[in-house]
């Protein structure tokens, strides 16, 4: 086990509800990361987090809120979901800034 | 600003051939370079970083700063390399890895 997990693992959701997913680590790490992939665009980094109530946005962030409020919980919430949110969202730890990330097995999320 | 270009999003090889992946940056100062691997229906995963200078699954890569390339190179492929890979940049003193877009390795038999 990676100690990393993502819940929900698949989510269909309406245009205009928010939505929450939620990451959890077991490993204690400090930094604590959302990308989506996409086809044709590669992972690109949503928010991040360097610790508790820590966080900086990514190079995608509109449409998207994070928080932290303990060290193995890392939230995502689309505000108001729109069908381009429509994409696999994963979640990665990492022990410190000069390491490589784990990823979680990601979310599958459908906007329609 | 910090740029990963893998210019093939597709590449089939024959089994038993060789593979070559590759992945361009484009960072002012010293990067750190990592390949992820991520199977069908598994999770991303570290292939190699090039600080470490291994060899996993028989997969290599060296950066060439003049040319600023990480290409992934493996002499003979087999049938289990079949995923994607992406390359992926971490500059100096900073916590986030940029990506790029991904290649989808298809090794045909």
């Known amino acids: 086990d990676a100690g990393i997990t993502q819940s929900p693992r698949h989510k269909v959701t309406e245009t205009g509800t928010p939505v929450t997913l939620r990451c959890h680590q077991t490993?204690?790490?400090?930094?604590m990361y959302w990308y989506r992939q996409d086809p044709g665009h590669g992972l690109r980094l949503i928010h991040y987090?360097?610790?508790?109530?820590?966080?900086d946005k990514g190079e995608v962030s509109d449409g998207y809120s994070v928080s932290r409020s303990k060290t193995e919980d890392f939230l995502l919430t689309l505000e108001s979901a729109t069908s381009s949110q429509t994409s696999v969202y994963f979640c990665?730890?990492?022990?410190?800034?000069?390491?490589?990330?784990?990823f979680g097995s990601g979310t599958r999320l459908t906007v329609v | 600003a910090q740029r990963v270009t893998q210019p093939e999003k597709l590449l089939s090889v024959f089994k038993g051939a060789p593979v070559e992946l590759k992945c361009n940056y484009s960072?002012?100062?010293?990067?750190?370079l990592f390949w992820y691997v991520q199977y069908s229906r598994q999770r991303l995963q570290l292939l190699l970083r090039?600080?470490s200078r291994e060899s996993i699954k028989g997969f290599t890569a060296d950066l060439n700063k003049g040319e600023t390339s990480f290409h992934l190179k493996k002499p003979f492929a087999q049938e289990e390399d079949s995923a994607m890979y992406y390359c992926?940049?971490?500059?100096?003193?900073?916590?986030?890895?940029?990506f790029g877009t991904g290649t989808r390795l298809t090794i045909i038999p």
């Open positions: 490993e204690n790490h400090r930094y």
């Open positions: 090039h600080i």
């Open positions: 992926a940049l971490r500059g100096f003193r900073n916590e986030k890895l940029t």
């Open positions: 987090s360097y610790g508790v109530k820590d966080t």
């Open positions: 960072y002012s100062g010293s990067p750190e």
């Open positions: 990665a730890i990492s022990e410190s800034s000069n390491r490589g990330y784990t």
